[in-house]
């Protein structure tokens, strides 16, 4: 599965690897956005079977209770979910240490949900009570590992979008633990929370969740362009992070040195934000701007794939009806590309066998071969298609219309 998932992105950029310990156990820490999808971007980075904790009201719906253990995904009880259930992550815990003692990695989403932003949900305790007790459990037999990641995603809702793992440097619990023997219970927990916190938040395009928060992811967008020249580095996905990253510090530090320039820049990107949701303008189109020759580039790309897009289209809509089917069922749109990737794994195999016999029957083997090898990947290239078309049709727009065109200006003349 781990070996599939990069067909679900157009680019995937990996950082950090080498922080992952070898000489004991992990747990993975990473912040939670994207539901499902973030459990199987994880796989990528250690290619190894990894568990999963999630919380256990997740698991009332029986359809993704099944898809949940497919992917050994555990529960874990919450104090919403009462007192009473509590007890049930004593279970959790044991079967946590029997995981990390064989040196399986172990991965807890440590918000405790997910939610689609570029910022942080206060981090739950649960993770610091099943990496205590685990290395209570595991006894000296070899030290314990809390790994942080920062996923970080081109879109939540949108197929085919670009990806970030970046991991950072962990925090070895043996040896917090034996350093802090004379603190309480509570206060390892805490301690251990403000450790973790700021190593997840500076490896994410962090922004504070507050009414600036649509200005600020507009704005660093706009500057990304700019911090990438300066550094000059190419426009990867982690790198594009990173200058989004340092537009957001750049701008926390103004908003203490002059609040009259800070409010004076919210106020364009407030407006530049309301007007480029009204033009449904993608955040693809604002980090790397398009020339004029880039765009007509991809406009004669676009019109050359025709045939296979129409080609991939009709193979694949059995795929895409039915996601869209569930998707419009579905409220939380956190789970819309993990419902996409999940079926285009189960349906494709499907497609392919329903297949082989009618084209054998109706054409040449050669060509039946040829048809078969490139309904394949049709899921993903069309996703992809739509995906250059959507970015296309917005760098048009972002050329052509004046009052954009206005405000971006205004905003890179008023941060000169």
């Not at 040896?175 to 190593?199: G, M, Q, R, S």
């Not at 994410?204 to 649509?214: G, Q």
């Not at 510090?249 to 103004?254: G, K, Q, R, S, V």
């Not at 676009?302 to 996601?323: A, E, G, K, Q």
Request: aromatic fraction near 12%.
């Amino acid at each position: 599965m781990n070996n599939t998932i990069s067909s679900a992105y157009s680019e995937i950029s990996i950082v950090g690897k080498e922080n992952i310990p070898t000489d004991g156990a992990v747990i993975f820490a990473p912040n939670h956005t994207n539901a499902l999808m973030d459990a199987l971007s994880v796989l990528i980075i250690s290619h190894k079977p990894t568990v999963f904790v999630a919380r256990a009201d997740m698991f009332k719906n029986p359809t993704l209770a099944k898809l949940f253990n497919f992917f050994k995904i555990m529960p874990i009880m919450r104090l919403r979910d009462g007192r009473e259930n509590m007890k049930k992550n004593e279970e959790i815990i044991e079967e946590a240490a029997v995981v990390l003692e064989h040196k399986v990695p172990f991965c807890i989403f440590c918000e405790g949900t997910h939610r689609m932003k570029h910022s942080m949900l206060p981090i739950v305790k649960g993770i610091f009570r099943i990496a205590i007790e685990a290395e209570s459990k595991l006894n000296g037999k070899m030290p314990l590992y809390i790994v942080p990641i920062g996923i970080e995603y081109g879109s939540y809702v949108k197929y085919s979008s670009t990806l970030s793992l970046n991991i950072g440097t962990p925090i070895n619990v043996t040896d917090f633990v034996n350093n802090h023997k004379e603190d309480p219970y509570p206060k390892l927990l805490v301690e251990l929370k403000e450790l973790l916190a700021p190593k997840i938040s500076e490896l994410i395009h962090f922004v504070k969740d507050d009414e600036n928060y649509d200005a600020l992811i507009d704005l660093s967008y706009i500057r990304n362009s700019y911090y990438l020249e300066a550094w000059n580095l190419s426009g990867n996905p982690y790198n594009e992070m990173r200058a989004n990253r340092k537009f957001i510090e750049d701008f926390y530090a103004l908003e203490k040195n002059s609040t009259y320039k800070a409010e004076h820049l919210l106020k364009l990107g407030k407006e530049f934000s309301f007007l480029r949701r009204k033009l449904n303008i993608a955040d693809e189109s604002l980090i790397c701007p398009a020339s004029t020759l880039n765009i007509i580039s991809c406009i004669l790309l676009l019109f050359f794939f025709i045939p296979y897009f129409v080609f991939s289209v009709i193979i694949s809509s059995p795929i895409t009806l039915i996601s869209q089917f569930i998707i419009y069922k579905i409220e939380d749109k956190a789970f819309n590309n993990s419902i996409r990737y999940v079926l285009s794994i189960l349906l494709t195999p499907i497609i392919l066998i329903i297949l082989v016999p009618i084209l054998f029957s109706v054409t040449k083997w050669y060509i039946a071969i040829l048809i078969l090898l490139l309904s394949i990947p049709s899921f993903s290239f069309s996703h992809k298609y739509v995906r250059l078309l959507r970015i296309v049709i917005s760098d048009i727009k972002l050329k052509t219309n004046k009052s954009i065109k206005t405000l971006v200006k205004s905003i890179n003349d008023y941060l000169k």
